[in-house]
């Protein structure tokens, strides 16, 4: 309960500092015309989804989570695509660092989940470091199988649960 | 007086324990393969012999019992049955009493209470043979540590009648977890082995998983996300106070253990997505790495010697349990079934490994010896992981997860030849179980 409040207050927060940031959509040369030109539409909302220059753009429209079969890290054709545009989206919008997570489902002893999900948030990291993103700008950590997003044993929730997310960080308060 | 010498024949592997019911034989638990018949006891409530004793009297019968029993070597005649009552912790015993109602062992106590001082006695008889088993023996301690003392007596009881170590003067450090599987709390606790005693270490702000205890009982190390990412931590039991180990930016460590001697923690590092196995002086903090591959090496833990280290490794491929020098170097592999091994944890005794075995979408707790023989599966079950060694290497604590989106994780024990399976109270769920040494 805690964390989804606090999560929610965090991308309200977001929210509000993308608006009075005007480095964000003034000054930044890289986010001007998008920005503008969403502007112009009059739809665009700083830092909502439809903001492509927002956490909430990358974690929805980009995608921010790549899957994993079981007890693998190789990054399926639709774990590169994903990861292709998340590429993208960071070489876009410099100013974001990212925390890579890597999680496992629960079918696994504890150590060993913690390690492969270090082995998936790592082959995430490998992946969009070799599309240009600077080493320095990703981080990896592993939860194991101790953050599932979904609870049931079957494999419908397992394979969400086995996924490496890509995290946002800063960027907003540059 | 004649003292009596028991024979024990202690087959520890394939072992099933049984009693010898031998009527006319001496008191006796045989620990081989056979047929389980638990040694019938009587404990009459102690005798209290100071003014404020009273209620102490009967509770620390009541715990020896709830010990004894707890075992599944033993099984308590109830007083309801008793023909004889004892009145005086010196006079004689009336054996026939006991033997008409078949009490083949008989335990006396009595407590005296002075300030916040506890003295407790107590006397174990072979009721079939007529003679006492062993000498009397006297415990002090505090009042607030009142069930130490029956622990005590109980761990006394049981190592006269089997031969073997008692564990019931022990405690356990383990995750005590609430919350559903989405949004679990996770915060350390340490308990009495029975549940007793709860304490809590760590509050639930940030993950905690697997604490360990230290040789001598009175510190843990664990992990804890609480820089964001995994690191290990000591904690001193008594202080509360912790400290982090060390290690460079932009990795993990975690799955620490303390060496024999209490001065080396063996753990997992990861980087770069690759996890090894390293050794850290824990005063130095100076580390040392001891596996070199791409394979993912975790769940180390010490031979009682200190001198080799038994962990998993997936190496070959999939999850399997390997034994190396504690300096590092070749390792042999000695889990060879169908099926995923890990968390591999050397036995107090030094001649068995228990692990946590997948296979077939179960999970089971086992035993096998050092070479990967004579394996043998204790529990099976939707999740079970996670064994530990009570002091005496004969039981074994885990933590056993239910199925589904209600699924919660309690912690259960059970001996080494399968028997005894039962839960392990506790106020939250809990996992991670540590069993600490027999305390002093």
Not at chain 2, 274 to 293: A, E, F, K, P, V
Request: glycine letters at 10%; proline letters at 5%; one cysteine or more.
């Amino acid at each position: 309960m805690n964390r989804i409040l606090t999560a929610t207050l965090l991308i309200a927060a977001l929210a509000v500092s993308a608006c009075t940031n005007p480095d964000r959509f003034g000054a930044d040369g890289m986010n001007n015309g998008a920005a503008n030109g969403a502007g112009l539409n009059g739809g665009i909302i700083p830092g909502s989804a439809n903001d492509p220059a927002s956490t909430a753009y990358f974690q929805q429209a980009v995608g921010d989570r790549v899957l994993f079969l079981v007890d693998q890290s190789n990054l399926t054709p639709e774990g590169q695509a994903t990861l292709d545009g998340q590429a993208a989206w960071l070489n876009t919008n410099t100013d974001y660092q990212a925390v890579i997570e890597g999680h496992a489902d629960e079918q696994g002893t504890r150590e060993y989940n913690l390690a492969l999900g270090a082995r998936r948030a790592n082959a995430a990291r490998e992946y969009l470091i070799s599309r240009g993103i600077a080493a320095s700008r990703l981080r990896v950590v592993s939860y194991g199988k101790e953050r599932p997003i979904e609870v049931c044993s079957s494999e419908a929730c397992y394979a969400k649960n086995r996924r490496a997310v890509t995290v946002l960080a800063g960027g907003l308060t540059s | 007086m004649i003292v009596r010498i028991l024979s024990l024949c202690l087959a520890l592997i394939g072992g099933v324990a049984s009693v010898a019911q031998a009527q006319d034989g001496p008191l006796r638990i045989e620990i081989t393969e056979g047929v389980i018949e638990p040694l019938p006891f009587a404990v009459p409530s102690f005798q209290p012999e100071s003014g404020d004793a009273g209620q102490m009297a009967v509770d620390l019968a009541r715990v020896v019992s709830e010990d004894l029993v707890g075992s599944g070597l033993f099984r308590e005649v109830p007083a309801s049955a008793y023909i004889s009552t004892v009145s005086d912790f010196n006079a004689p015993i009336q054996y026939a009493d006991w033997k008409a109602i078949n009490a083949q062992a008989l335990i006396t106590g009595a407590v005296s209470v002075s300030g916040n001082t506890l003295n407790v006695k107590f006397r174990l008889y072979d009721v079939f043979s007529g003679a006492e088993l062993g000498s009397g023996l006297q415990f002090s301690g505090t009042v607030d540590g009142w069930r130490r003392m029956a622990h005590k007596v109980a761990d006394a009881v049981y190592s006269r009648i089997t031969g073997e170590g008692g564990y019931f003067d022990s405690r356990v450090v383990y995750v005590s977890e609430t919350g559903p599987k989405d949004d679990r709390a996770k915060r350390l606790a340490v308990m009495d082995y029975d549940g007793a005693n709860v304490r809590y270490l760590t509050d639930s702000s940030s993950i905690v998983l697997a604490p360990r205890f230290s040789p001598s009982g009175d510190r843990i190390l664990y992990t804890s996300y609480e820089s964001g990412f995994p690191r290990i931590y000591v904690l001193d039991i008594g202080s509360v106070q912790r400290r982090v180990l060390e290690s460079a930016e932009g990795t993990m460590s975690f799955a620490p253990r303390f060496s024999p001697s209490g001065n080396t923690v063996v753990y997992s590092l990861t980087q770069g997505g690759n996890t090894d196995i390293y050794t850290m002086d824990i005063n130095t903090g100076q580390s040392t790495r001891l596996t070199n591959t791409p394979a993912i090496e975790t769940a180390p833990s010490y031979s009682p010697d200190g001198s080799r280290i038994v962990f998993e490794s997936d190496r070959s491929g999939s999850q399997q349990l390997y034994i190396m020098p504690a300096t590092g170097g070749e390792a042999t592999r000695i889990s060879f079934g169908e099926g995923r091994y890990g968390t591999p944890v050397w036995s107090p005794r030094g001649d068995l490994v228990a692990f946590t075995k997948q296979n077939k979408g179960r999970f089971h707790i086992g035993v096998m010896r050092l070479d990967g023989s004579e394996e043998r599966l204790l529990t099976a079950s939707f999740l079970d992981e996670g064994p530990t060694w009570a002091p005496n290497g004969r039981v074994i604590m885990f933590a056993r997860e239910t199925q589904g989106a209600g699924g919660a994780s309690s912690l259960y024990s059970v001996d080494i030849s399968g028997r005894n399976l039962k839960p392990v109270r506790t106020q939250e769920g809990g996992s991670d179980p540590s069993w600490s040494p027999l305390q002093k």
